[in-house]
């Protein structure tokens, strides 16, 4: 049998935020207000932005960075929802 060279890992990521749970939740839920904190910054120019925010449900960005040596290089970011606790917790891979 051959020995696979990809290892799969789980890792976690713990944020605090100067505001309360709901105003939070709150952010990550609404596609308007997510994708303008998310997805809309100086970083580059965004092409694609969808929520399906739900268990099972996704997220989709597609922008081209916004300077440097990678100027207008495509980065995407493509999330799946795997649990939703409303205004306590928020799994995604």
Do not use: C
């Not at 268990?55 to 290089?73: A, C, M, Q, Y």
Request: glycine letters at 8%.
């Amino acid at each position: 049998m051959e020995t696979s060279s990809v290892t799969h890992s789980t890792f976690l990521i713990e944020r605090n935020y100067s505001a309360s749970p709901e105003r939070v939740f709150a952010a990550f839920s609404d596609p308007a207000q997510k994708q303008k904190w998310y997805a809309d910054d100086e970083r580059g120019d965004v092409q694609e932005y969808k929520l399906d925010f739900r268990v099972g449900g996704s997220e989709h960005t597609r922008r081209l960075i916004g300077g440097g040596p990678l100027k207008g290089t495509p980065l995407t970011n493509d999330s799946i929802y795997q649990d939703i606790v409303p205004g306590r917790r928020i799994v995604v891979a």
